[in-house]
Protein backbone atom coordinates (compact mmCIF):
# COMPACT_ATOMS: atom_id res chain seq x y z
CA UNK A 1 0.00 0.00 0.00
CA UNK A 2 2.39 2.14 0.81
CA UNK A 3 4.55 1.98 -2.65
CA UNK A 4 1.03 2.55 -3.96
CA UNK A 5 0.69 5.62 -2.22
CA UNK A 6 4.29 6.89 -3.32
CA UNK A 7 3.65 5.93 -6.99
CA UNK A 8 0.22 7.74 -6.70
CA UNK A 9 1.90 10.91 -5.60
CA UNK A 10 4.54 10.66 -8.24
CA UNK A 11 2.05 10.68 -10.57
CA UNK A 12 0.05 13.77 -9.23
CA UNK A 13 3.29 15.57 -8.89
CA UNK A 14 4.18 15.13 -12.89
CA UNK A 15 0.66 16.08 -13.80
CA UNK A 16 0.78 19.37 -11.55
CA UNK A 17 4.46 19.56 -13.15
CA UNK A 18 3.14 19.86 -16.79
CA UNK A 19 0.29 21.99 -15.77
CA UNK A 20 2.37 24.84 -14.79
CA UNK A 21 5.01 24.06 -17.64
CA UNK A 22 2.07 24.67 -19.84
CA UNK A 23 1.01 28.10 -17.82
CA UNK A 24 4.51 29.54 -18.30
CA UNK A 25 5.42 30.39 -22.08
CA UNK A 26 8.81 28.85 -23.30
CA UNK A 27 12.03 31.53 -21.50
CA UNK A 28 10.19 31.78 -18.88
CA UNK A 29 11.47 30.02 -15.69
CA UNK A 30 8.63 28.21 -13.43
CA UNK A 31 7.47 30.27 -10.84
CA UNK A 32 8.27 33.91 -12.82
CA UNK A 33 5.70 36.96 -13.75
CA UNK A 34 6.36 38.27 -17.20
CA UNK A 35 4.74 40.64 -20.05
CA UNK A 36 3.10 39.26 -22.79
CA UNK A 37 2.22 41.29 -26.25
CA UNK A 38 -1.55 41.51 -26.58
CA UNK A 39 -1.78 43.37 -29.91
CA UNK A 40 -0.14 45.88 -31.41
CA UNK A 41 -1.69 47.99 -34.70
CA UNK A 42 -1.25 51.31 -36.75
CA UNK A 43 -4.34 54.31 -35.33
CA UNK A 44 -5.52 55.47 -38.59
CA UNK A 45 -8.02 57.92 -37.31
CA UNK A 46 -8.97 59.82 -33.99
CA UNK A 47 -6.55 62.31 -32.22
CA UNK A 48 -3.96 59.61 -31.94
CA UNK A 49 -3.72 58.82 -35.55
CA UNK A 50 -0.41 58.09 -37.15
CA UNK A 51 0.38 56.25 -34.33
CA UNK A 52 0.62 52.87 -32.67
CA UNK A 53 -1.09 51.19 -30.18
CA UNK A 54 0.51 48.82 -27.99
CA UNK A 55 -1.38 46.50 -25.72
CA UNK A 56 1.08 44.27 -23.18
CA UNK A 57 -0.74 41.78 -21.01
CA UNK A 58 1.13 41.34 -17.29
CA UNK A 59 1.07 37.51 -16.07
CA UNK A 60 1.93 36.48 -12.11
CA UNK A 61 3.96 33.69 -11.20
CA UNK A 62 4.06 31.54 -7.87
CA UNK A 63 7.52 32.90 -6.99
CA UNK A 64 7.24 36.72 -8.19
CA UNK A 65 6.58 39.75 -5.99
CA UNK A 66 6.01 41.08 -9.23
CA UNK A 67 6.95 44.58 -7.39
CA UNK A 68 7.87 46.58 -10.75
CA UNK A 69 7.48 45.90 -14.66
CA UNK A 70 9.84 47.62 -16.92
CA UNK A 71 9.84 48.30 -20.65
CA UNK A 72 13.08 49.41 -22.15
CA UNK A 73 13.15 51.32 -25.25
CA UNK A 74 14.55 54.96 -26.93
CA UNK A 75 12.62 58.00 -26.70
CA UNK A 76 9.96 57.25 -24.54
CA UNK A 77 9.41 60.91 -23.45
CA UNK A 78 7.39 60.25 -27.27
CA UNK A 79 4.39 58.81 -25.44
CA UNK A 80 1.14 59.90 -26.77
CA UNK A 81 -1.36 58.32 -24.08
CA UNK A 82 0.41 60.22 -20.91
CA UNK A 83 -0.81 62.78 -18.61
CA UNK A 84 0.08 64.89 -15.83
CA UNK A 85 3.14 65.14 -17.55
CA UNK A 86 4.95 61.50 -17.51
CA UNK A 87 2.09 59.22 -15.81
CA UNK A 88 0.66 56.20 -17.64
CA UNK A 89 -2.99 55.53 -16.92
CA UNK A 90 -4.78 53.52 -19.53
CA UNK A 91 -4.41 50.09 -17.48
CA UNK A 92 -7.03 47.58 -15.98
CA UNK A 93 -6.36 45.28 -13.21
CA UNK A 94 -8.06 42.83 -11.01
CA UNK A 95 -9.10 46.12 -8.77
CA UNK A 96 -10.65 48.13 -11.51
CA UNK A 97 -12.71 44.47 -12.11
CA UNK A 98 -13.73 43.98 -8.76
CA UNK A 99 -11.62 40.84 -8.58
CA UNK A 100 -9.93 39.36 -5.21
CA UNK A 101 -12.60 40.77 -3.05
CA UNK A 102 -11.68 44.13 -3.36
CA UNK A 103 -15.17 45.55 -4.55
CA UNK A 104 -15.63 48.65 -5.83
CA UNK A 105 -18.26 49.56 -2.34
CA UNK A 106 -15.34 48.45 0.13
CA UNK A 107 -13.41 51.77 -1.12
CA UNK A 108 -10.07 50.11 -1.85
CA UNK A 109 -10.33 50.08 -6.10
CA UNK A 110 -9.88 54.07 -6.45
CA UNK A 111 -12.52 53.49 -9.21
CA UNK A 112 -12.33 56.73 -9.88
CA UNK A 113 -8.80 56.62 -11.27
CA UNK A 114 -9.17 53.61 -13.87
CA UNK A 115 -10.04 54.35 -17.88
CA UNK A 116 -12.78 51.80 -16.82
CA UNK A 117 -14.67 49.87 -14.55
CA UNK A 118 -16.00 46.73 -14.79
CA UNK A 119 -19.81 47.40 -13.51
CA UNK A 120 -23.42 45.55 -13.16
CA UNK A 121 -25.14 47.13 -16.19
CA UNK A 122 -28.27 45.06 -15.70
CA UNK A 123 -29.51 44.70 -12.44
CA UNK A 124 -29.05 41.83 -11.22
CA UNK A 125 -25.67 42.45 -9.06
CA UNK A 126 -23.74 40.59 -11.19
CA UNK A 127 -20.87 42.71 -13.21
CA UNK A 128 -20.96 42.34 -16.49
CA UNK A 129 -19.32 45.04 -18.76
CA UNK A 130 -16.96 47.94 -18.58
CA UNK A 131 -18.21 51.28 -17.90
CA UNK A 132 -15.98 53.88 -19.15
CA UNK A 133 -15.01 56.96 -15.86
CA UNK A 134 -14.89 60.58 -16.75
CA UNK A 135 -11.13 60.87 -16.57
CA UNK A 136 -9.30 62.14 -19.65
CA UNK A 137 -8.41 58.72 -19.81
CA UNK A 138 -11.56 57.29 -20.18
CA UNK A 139 -11.64 53.94 -22.38
CA UNK A 140 -12.98 50.74 -22.70
CA UNK A 141 -10.88 47.63 -22.19
CA UNK A 142 -11.88 45.51 -25.30
CA UNK A 143 -9.25 42.78 -24.79
CA UNK A 144 -10.71 41.07 -21.43
CA UNK A 145 -13.47 40.66 -19.74
CA UNK A 146 -12.99 41.43 -15.68
CA UNK A 147 -13.50 37.80 -14.93
CA UNK A 148 -10.30 37.28 -17.03
CA UNK A 149 -8.17 39.25 -14.21
CA UNK A 150 -7.39 36.89 -11.09
CA UNK A 151 -5.01 38.76 -9.13
CA UNK A 152 -6.87 41.02 -6.42
CA UNK A 153 -4.18 42.22 -4.22
CA UNK A 154 -1.93 43.57 -7.24
CA UNK A 155 -2.22 47.58 -7.30
CA UNK A 156 -0.89 49.00 -10.40
CA UNK A 157 -2.18 52.92 -10.24
CA UNK A 158 -0.25 54.27 -13.19
CA UNK A 159 2.70 54.05 -14.80
CA UNK A 160 5.64 56.26 -14.75
CA UNK A 161 7.55 58.10 -18.24
CA UNK A 162 11.87 57.26 -17.59
CA UNK A 163 14.07 58.06 -19.46
CA UNK A 164 14.91 54.66 -20.85
CA UNK A 165 11.22 53.11 -21.26
CA UNK A 166 8.29 53.28 -18.96
CA UNK A 167 8.05 51.27 -15.38
CA UNK A 168 5.02 50.01 -13.47
CA UNK A 169 5.23 50.20 -9.67
CA UNK A 170 2.70 47.71 -7.82
CA UNK A 171 2.24 49.75 -4.95
CA UNK A 172 0.58 46.89 -2.46
CA UNK A 173 2.63 44.01 -3.62
CA UNK A 174 4.21 44.01 0.26
CA UNK A 175 1.21 43.75 1.74
CA UNK A 176 -0.74 41.23 0.98
CA UNK A 177 -0.66 37.38 0.91
CA UNK A 178 -1.30 36.88 -2.65
CA UNK A 179 1.27 38.80 -3.71
CA UNK A 180 2.84 35.49 -5.42
CA UNK A 181 0.27 34.06 -7.41
CA UNK A 182 -0.22 33.06 -11.30
CA UNK A 183 -2.77 34.83 -13.17
CA UNK A 184 -3.72 37.40 -15.25
CA UNK A 185 -2.64 40.75 -12.88
CA UNK A 186 -3.27 43.91 -15.41
CA UNK A 187 -2.96 44.50 -19.14
CA UNK A 188 -1.89 48.39 -20.19
CA UNK A 189 -1.52 50.58 -23.44
CA UNK A 190 0.83 52.49 -24.94
CA UNK A 191 0.74 54.36 -28.00
CA UNK A 192 3.54 55.68 -29.61
CA UNK A 193 5.00 57.31 -33.17
CA UNK A 194 7.54 54.44 -33.80
CA UNK A 195 6.61 51.25 -34.90
CA UNK A 196 6.91 47.71 -33.96
CA UNK A 197 10.57 45.89 -33.02
CA UNK A 198 12.01 44.24 -30.01
CA UNK A 199 12.67 46.07 -26.67
CA UNK A 200 13.38 44.48 -23.60
CA UNK A 201 10.94 44.04 -20.92
CA UNK A 202 11.95 43.28 -17.18
CA UNK A 203 9.45 42.15 -14.19
CA UNK A 204 11.58 42.60 -11.23
CA UNK A 205 11.66 40.06 -7.69
CA UNK A 206 11.36 36.50 -9.00
CA UNK A 207 10.60 37.67 -12.44
CA UNK A 208 11.72 37.67 -15.37
CA UNK A 209 13.89 39.59 -18.59
CA UNK A 210 12.69 38.91 -22.36
CA UNK A 211 12.42 40.57 -25.73
CA UNK A 212 9.23 41.63 -26.65
CA UNK A 213 7.78 44.01 -29.52
CA UNK A 214 7.44 47.65 -28.86
CA UNK A 215 8.06 50.90 -30.04
CA UNK A 216 11.70 51.26 -31.67
CA UNK A 217 13.28 53.94 -34.41
CA UNK A 218 13.64 53.19 -37.48
CA UNK A 219 15.37 51.68 -39.41
CA UNK A 220 14.76 48.78 -36.64
CA UNK A 221 11.22 48.52 -37.05
CA UNK A 222 9.73 45.30 -37.94
CA UNK A 223 8.07 44.84 -41.01
CA UNK A 224 4.05 44.82 -40.29
CA UNK A 225 3.43 42.65 -43.56
CA UNK A 226 5.94 40.38 -42.51
CA UNK A 227 4.34 40.17 -38.89
CA UNK A 228 0.94 39.92 -40.37
CA UNK A 229 -0.11 43.15 -39.11
CA UNK A 230 0.94 42.79 -35.97
CA UNK A 231 -2.42 41.45 -34.54
CA UNK A 232 -1.16 39.20 -32.15
CA UNK A 233 -3.44 37.78 -29.37
CA UNK A 234 -2.44 36.15 -26.67
CA UNK A 235 -2.46 32.38 -26.26
CA UNK A 236 -5.29 31.83 -23.39
CA UNK A 237 -4.24 30.54 -20.24
CA UNK A 238 -6.29 27.64 -18.99
Same mark, same amino acid.
Given at each position: ????????????????????????????????????????????????????????????????????????????????????????????????????????????????????????????????????????????????? =??????????????????????????????????????????????????????????????????????????????????? =??????????
Amino acid at each position: MKLERVFILAILAIGISIAKADYYPPGVPVGASWVELVECSFISSGPEAGNYEYIYDVWGGSNSWLRYITLVFEDSDLTVNVWDGTRLRQNWTAMSAGVGGLLHASGYTYPEIWPSNWEDTDGDAVADAWVPTTNDWAMLNRWHD =GTEYTIGEHIWTRGQVIEYGIVWENTNSFWWAGWMAEGLSNTFRIVHPYGPGMITYITSQGGSTGQIIGPVPEPATLSLLALG =GLAVLRHRRG
